[in-house]
């Protein structure tokens, strides 16, 4: 069992991770296509860029901190060192000059200069901070206890921020009636400020909290190999049969979340026709979705495999996040608008919001699992490279997601800077529609990528004795 400050750590990680992915995934394409002006094909081709460099950067810098040799161990070098740059590159992602802003070109340089920045440095954070996992809890359903600590508080404190931007920084104003507040430039940048110093904290304490493990954690290999060598072990690595059907899976599922998420404030406010403060009071009972996975996580998988029980998670969460929408756009929902809509939806939010808090702890405890097979396999610890991709995977999910829900923006030609009620029931229907279709098309491939697993409880122990036993 993990100790109390172990737990604090991944909390407080869980927490700063899930103040940036919140951001990125739900507020930016709205401020940059909303508020700034720039078209949402553009806004989508920034987050692709950015992605591409992600594919290189990723495994780079999770193979990196495989094999570096410093007194602070393979991985808090990294750790410390990027804390800071991850806040001011968070921070001007939303404070853009007023020169930059009225020109669409430039605006689109600098989102793709910063984006991709801020991607880098995140990466050299997460990344090493996800290797730890499987090292600090080496038992099948320890490992999933530990993630639940981290994944149940991005939830917590994304969602809590949410709230805090709709009834704060993006509420109604006397210039912004009626749900406009979402157009409030100011709002975001002021916001950003404070998270970033939240992010300072938050990444610096969980650095701080597992630094005193640097002298029990794994060494790099004393021979680093020739760079070939290095490639042809990543290659072998990232061949394996259960990563990969991981690694796809979790690519769809983040395509499908990120789409999802870049929507969803576009839903909220144009199809179902949401204000301010009842979107902040449906982000309310986000938080308390939270805490029921929290609960709900050690409950479902006590004595089970994963892989199922995450099958079946996933499942239950696509049904609940799409049926409203299609019940909606076949008129057979309660009326846009009414407090019977409302509360259908307030239920829909705890259900939707649990199982995918649920989906993100076990498919980090399988990854982790993963890594645990392959030491077992060629006696190299490469929890660097492994969780390399669970960052890229989650990347995937603001990168592809944003670029999808752009270009479908552009098809359904929404249009810009546009009061709610104004939009016709067509447009906001058809918004419906696509976002359905790209969920069921990328949610249901990522399930059935799940079926290729071939990794539970009975052989991760067995792979645990034969790393003792060396």
């Known amino acids: 069992m993990t100790d109390p400050l172990t737990k604090m750590s991944f909390t407080t990680a869980g927490a700063a991770l899930g103040i940036v992915s919140t951001g990125i995934s739900y507020f930016l394409l709205i401020y940059y296509n909303q508020v700034l002006g720039l078209s949402p094909s553009l806004t989508g081709l920034a987050m692709m860029i950015a992605l591409v460099v992600d594919a290189v950067s990723d495994p780079l810098v999770g193979r990196w901190s495989d094999r570096v040799k410093h007194r602070l161990g393979r991985r808090h070098p990294f750790l410390f060192l990027s804390t800071v740059p991850v806040a001011i590159t968070f921070y001007f992602l939303w404070a853009v000059p007023e020169a930059i802003r009225a020109d669409e070109g430039s605006l689109f340089m600098y989102l793709v200069g910063l984006i991709i920045s801020l991607r880098i440095c995140l990466t050299m954070y997460a990344v090493p901070f996800s290797a730890l996992t499987p090292e600090l809890a080496p038992g099948y359903e320890d490992r999933t206890a530990l993630l639940n600590y981290q994944n149940s508080s991005g939830w917590f404190v994304g969602a809590l921020f949410m ?18 507040g979402i157009l409030r430039a100011d709002g975001y940048v002021e916001a950003a400020l404070v998270e970033s110093i939240f992010l300072i904290i938050l990444l610096g304490f969980a650095a701080w909290g597992t630094a005193r493990y640097i002298p029990q954690l794994a060494s790099p290999p004393d021979r680093a190999g020739s760079l070939f060598r290095m490639f042809e072990e990543s290659v072998e690595t990232l061949k394996d049969r259960n990563f990969l059907a991981m690694a796809l899976s979790g690519i769809l599922g983040a395509a499908a979340a990120g789409i999802g998420t870049s929507l969803w404030v576009y839903l909220q406010s144009y199809f179902w026709m949401m204000d301010a403060e009842q979107i902040s009071t449906l982000l309310m009972v986000t938080i ?11 409950i479902v998988t006590r004595g089970r495999d994963k892989k199922p029980v995450l099958i079946i998670t996933s499942v239950i969460s696509l049904l609940v996040a799409l049926v409203p929408i299609f019940l909606m756009t ?66 995937c999910a603001s990168g592809i997601g944003i670029f999808s829900a752009g270009i479908a923006l552009a098809l359904i030609s929404f249009p810009a800077e546009t009061d709610p009620a104004s939009i016709p029931v067509e447009i906001t229907n058809n918004l419906g529609y696509i976002y359905i279709l790209a969920l069921v098309l990328f949610s249901a491939t990522s399930i059935a990528a799940l079926l290729a697993v071939q990794l539970d409880r009975k052989e991760h122990e067995a792979n645990l004795k034969r790393l003792k036993t060396g």
């Not at 308390?288 to 050690?298: E, N």
């Open 163 to 180: 709230v805090l931007m709709y009834a704060i920084w993006l509420a109604d104003t006397p210039e912004y009636p009626d749900g406009m």
């Open 288 to 298: 308390i979705a939270s805490i029921t996975a929290f609960i709900t996580v050690p």
């Open 330 to 395: 076949q008129g057979m929902f309660f009326e846009r608008g009414s407090d019977e809509m409302f509360y259908a939806l307030l239920v829909r939010e705890i259900f939707w919001s649990t199982t995918l808090v649920m989906g993100g702890t076990l498919t980090s405890s399988l990854m982790a699992d993963i890594v645990d097979a392959r030491a077992a396999e060629t006696g190299r610890r490469e929890e660097g490279l492994v969780f390399s991709v669970q960052s890229f995977v989650g990347k």
